[in-house]
Protein backbone atom coordinates (compact mmCIF):
# COMPACT_ATOMS: atom_id res chain seq x y z
CA UNK A 1 0.00 0.00 0.00
CA UNK A 2 1.39 3.05 -1.22
CA UNK A 3 0.87 6.57 1.40
CA UNK A 4 0.07 9.71 -0.67
CA UNK A 5 2.47 11.42 0.81
CA UNK A 6 5.30 9.49 -0.97
CA UNK A 7 3.37 10.69 -4.69
CA UNK A 8 4.96 13.20 -6.97
CA UNK A 9 1.93 15.16 -7.97
CA UNK A 10 0.17 18.26 -6.90
CA UNK A 11 -2.13 18.28 -4.77
CA UNK A 12 -5.24 19.88 -5.42
CA UNK A 13 -8.20 20.28 -2.89
CA UNK A 14 -11.42 22.60 -3.34
CA UNK A 15 -12.58 24.52 0.04
CA UNK A 16 -16.21 25.92 0.33
CA UNK A 17 -15.93 28.15 3.25
CA UNK A 18 -17.79 30.41 5.75
CA UNK A 19 -15.86 33.39 6.92
CA UNK A 20 -16.98 35.42 9.84
CA UNK A 21 -14.91 38.79 10.45
CA UNK A 22 -15.03 41.63 12.98
CA UNK A 23 -13.49 44.44 12.90
CA UNK A 24 -10.84 45.80 15.07
CA UNK A 25 -11.51 49.29 15.44
CA UNK A 26 -15.19 51.15 15.85
CA UNK A 27 -16.25 54.07 13.84
CA UNK A 28 -15.03 55.21 10.12
CA UNK A 29 -11.05 56.36 10.08
CA UNK A 30 -8.91 57.34 7.37
CA UNK A 31 -6.19 54.97 7.80
CA UNK A 32 -6.03 51.10 6.98
CA UNK A 33 -8.56 49.01 9.06
CA UNK A 34 -7.83 45.70 10.33
CA UNK A 35 -10.05 42.78 11.32
CA UNK A 36 -10.31 39.33 13.23
CA UNK A 37 -11.58 36.59 11.49
CA UNK A 38 -12.45 32.25 11.71
CA UNK A 39 -13.79 30.72 9.04
CA UNK A 40 -15.10 26.27 8.71
CA UNK A 41 -15.48 24.59 5.71
CA UNK A 42 -15.97 21.48 3.30
CA UNK A 43 -13.34 20.48 1.22
CA UNK A 44 -13.23 18.06 -1.75
CA UNK A 45 -9.82 16.24 -2.51
CA UNK A 46 -9.30 16.61 -6.10
CA UNK A 47 -6.82 15.05 -8.57
CA UNK A 48 -4.20 12.33 -7.04
CA UNK A 49 -5.43 13.38 -3.47
CA UNK A 50 -9.11 12.21 -3.94
CA UNK A 51 -8.21 8.85 -5.17
CA UNK A 52 -7.29 7.99 -1.32
CA UNK A 53 -9.11 10.14 0.87
CA UNK A 54 -12.84 11.46 1.15
CA UNK A 55 -14.11 14.87 1.52
CA UNK A 56 -13.09 16.36 4.74
CA UNK A 57 -13.00 19.79 6.56
CA UNK A 58 -10.93 22.82 7.33
CA UNK A 59 -11.12 25.71 10.27
CA UNK A 60 -8.86 28.46 9.96
CA UNK A 61 -8.46 32.13 11.52
CA UNK A 62 -7.06 35.45 9.50
CA UNK A 63 -6.38 38.45 10.02
CA UNK A 64 -7.10 41.04 7.54
CA UNK A 65 -6.04 45.10 6.82
CA UNK A 66 -8.08 46.93 4.38
CA UNK A 67 -7.55 50.73 3.21
CA UNK A 68 -11.25 52.62 3.10
CA UNK A 69 -12.58 53.73 -0.17
CA UNK A 70 -10.61 50.94 -2.37
CA UNK A 71 -12.23 47.59 -3.62
CA UNK A 72 -8.35 46.23 -2.32
CA UNK A 73 -7.63 43.94 1.04
CA UNK A 74 -5.13 41.39 1.93
CA UNK A 75 -5.32 38.61 4.90
CA UNK A 76 -2.96 36.44 6.56
CA UNK A 77 -4.60 33.23 7.45
CA UNK A 78 -3.57 29.85 9.36
CA UNK A 79 -5.70 27.10 8.24
CA UNK A 80 -6.07 23.38 9.74
CA UNK A 81 -7.69 20.77 6.86
CA UNK A 82 -8.26 16.84 7.82
CA UNK A 83 -9.37 14.08 4.74
CA UNK A 84 -10.33 10.36 6.22
CA UNK A 85 -9.12 8.29 4.19
CA UNK A 86 -10.83 6.33 1.45
CA UNK A 87 -12.81 2.91 2.42
CA UNK A 88 -10.90 1.37 -0.37
CA UNK A 89 -7.36 1.66 1.50
CA UNK A 90 -8.43 -0.85 3.77
CA UNK A 91 -7.42 1.67 6.75
CA UNK A 92 -10.61 3.78 7.39
CA UNK A 93 -9.15 5.24 10.36
CA UNK A 94 -5.83 6.80 8.91
CA UNK A 95 -6.31 10.49 7.93
CA UNK A 96 -4.71 12.88 5.69
CA UNK A 97 -3.93 16.62 7.17
CA UNK A 98 -2.63 19.67 6.23
CA UNK A 99 -1.50 23.08 7.93
CA UNK A 100 -1.18 25.82 6.04
CA UNK A 101 -0.29 29.56 6.37
CA UNK A 102 -0.85 31.50 4.03
CA UNK A 103 -1.20 35.80 2.56
CA UNK A 104 -4.06 36.41 0.14
CA UNK A 105 -4.89 39.65 -1.52
CA UNK A 106 -8.78 40.11 -2.05
CA UNK A 107 -10.55 42.77 -4.88
CA UNK A 108 -14.10 43.51 -4.38
CA UNK A 109 -16.06 43.11 -7.83
CA UNK A 110 -18.58 45.94 -8.82
CA UNK A 111 -19.69 49.25 -6.81
CA UNK A 112 -19.32 48.64 -2.91
CA UNK A 113 -23.65 48.09 -1.42
CA UNK A 114 -25.03 47.41 1.65
CA UNK A 115 -26.53 44.03 -0.07
CA UNK A 116 -22.98 42.79 -0.54
CA UNK A 117 -20.88 41.93 -3.68
CA UNK A 118 -18.72 39.52 -5.36
CA UNK A 119 -14.89 39.22 -4.85
CA UNK A 120 -12.29 37.36 -6.35
CA UNK A 121 -9.13 36.18 -4.25
CA UNK A 122 -5.67 34.52 -4.40
CA UNK A 123 -2.35 34.05 -3.05
CA UNK A 124 0.27 32.21 -1.85
CA UNK A 125 1.28 29.62 1.51
CA UNK A 126 3.14 27.18 3.24
CA UNK A 127 1.68 23.93 3.63
CA UNK A 128 2.76 21.25 5.46
CA UNK A 129 1.03 17.19 5.41
CA UNK A 130 1.08 14.14 6.63
CA UNK A 131 -0.93 10.82 7.04
CA UNK A 132 -1.84 9.74 10.91
CA UNK A 133 -3.55 6.14 12.32
CA UNK A 134 -1.90 4.84 9.30
CA UNK A 135 -0.82 0.48 9.35
CA UNK A 136 3.32 2.24 9.50
CA UNK A 137 2.17 4.63 11.73
CA UNK A 138 2.46 8.75 11.67
CA UNK A 139 4.32 10.06 8.73
CA UNK A 140 6.74 13.01 8.98
CA UNK A 141 5.15 15.94 7.72
CA UNK A 142 6.59 18.08 4.84
CA UNK A 143 5.72 21.70 4.27
CA UNK A 144 5.78 22.54 0.64
CA UNK A 145 4.59 26.05 -1.17
CA UNK A 146 1.38 26.33 -2.61
CA UNK A 147 -0.86 28.73 -4.54
CA UNK A 148 -4.73 29.29 -3.57
CA UNK A 149 -7.52 31.28 -5.97
CA UNK A 150 -11.10 31.75 -5.46
CA UNK A 151 -14.78 33.14 -5.76
CA UNK A 152 -16.91 34.56 -3.05
CA UNK A 153 -19.79 37.00 -1.77
CA UNK A 154 -19.64 39.07 0.65
CA UNK A 155 -22.05 40.11 2.97
CA UNK A 156 -22.21 43.31 5.57
CA UNK A 157 -24.03 42.47 8.73
CA UNK A 158 -24.72 44.50 11.97
CA UNK A 159 -21.57 44.55 13.53
CA UNK A 160 -19.49 42.14 11.61
CA UNK A 161 -19.48 40.72 7.60
CA UNK A 162 -19.61 37.14 6.10
CA UNK A 163 -18.02 35.84 3.51
CA UNK A 164 -19.32 32.27 1.31
CA UNK A 165 -16.31 31.37 -0.86
CA UNK A 166 -15.13 28.84 -3.08
CA UNK A 167 -11.42 28.41 -3.59
CA UNK A 168 -9.03 25.64 -4.81
CA UNK A 169 -5.62 25.15 -3.27
CA UNK A 170 -2.46 23.32 -5.25
CA UNK A 171 0.12 22.83 -3.11
CA UNK A 172 3.80 21.55 -4.93
CA UNK A 173 4.75 18.42 -4.57
CA UNK A 174 7.45 16.90 -2.12
CA UNK A 175 11.17 16.85 -3.76
CA UNK A 176 12.24 13.44 -5.27
CA UNK A 177 14.90 11.42 -3.31
CA UNK A 178 18.16 12.49 -5.12
CA UNK A 179 19.84 9.23 -6.18
CA UNK A 180 23.98 9.06 -5.78
CA UNK A 181 25.75 12.31 -8.16
CA UNK A 182 26.47 11.49 -11.46
CA UNK A 183 30.41 12.38 -10.82
CA UNK A 184 30.48 9.83 -8.21
CA UNK A 185 28.76 7.04 -10.66
CA UNK A 186 31.18 7.95 -13.68
CA UNK A 187 34.15 7.88 -11.52
CA UNK A 188 33.10 4.19 -10.37
CA UNK A 189 32.86 2.76 -14.26
CA UNK A 190 35.96 5.12 -15.53
CA UNK A 191 38.52 2.93 -16.62
CA UNK A 192 36.42 0.23 -17.26
CA UNK A 193 37.49 -1.65 -20.52
CA UNK A 194 34.62 -1.52 -23.45
CA UNK A 195 33.93 -4.71 -23.71
CA UNK A 196 32.76 -5.14 -20.13
CA UNK A 197 29.99 -2.68 -20.31
CA UNK A 198 27.06 -3.57 -19.46
CA UNK A 199 23.63 -2.51 -21.49
CA UNK A 200 22.13 -2.58 -17.94
CA UNK A 201 24.43 0.14 -16.37
CA UNK A 202 25.72 2.25 -19.03
CA UNK A 203 24.15 4.26 -21.20
CA UNK A 204 26.92 4.92 -23.72
CA UNK A 205 30.82 4.32 -24.44
CA UNK A 206 33.50 6.26 -25.35
CA UNK A 207 35.48 4.83 -28.19
CA UNK A 208 38.28 7.48 -28.00
CA UNK A 209 38.90 6.87 -24.27
CA UNK A 210 37.82 2.96 -23.96
CA UNK A 211 35.84 4.25 -20.43
CA UNK A 212 32.20 3.43 -19.94
CA UNK A 213 29.73 6.09 -19.52
CA UNK A 214 27.19 5.31 -16.75
CA UNK A 215 23.35 7.30 -16.67
Not at 7 to 21: D, Q
Not at 135 to 154: C, M, P, Q, S
Not at 156 to 178: A, H, K, N, V
Amino acid sequence: MQLFQSSSHARLVAVVTAILILPLQAGAQAGPQYSIGANAGLVMPVSDLGNVTSSGYQVAITLGMHQPLTPLSFRAEGSFTELPWSDNTGNSGAKHRIFGIAVDGQYNLGTPSTNGGLYITGGAGYYGSNDVNTFFGDTNREWNFGLNAGLGYYLPLSGFTMYFEYSRECQSPPPEPRPATRNAVMRACSGTPRPACSRHTCARSSSRSGSCWCS
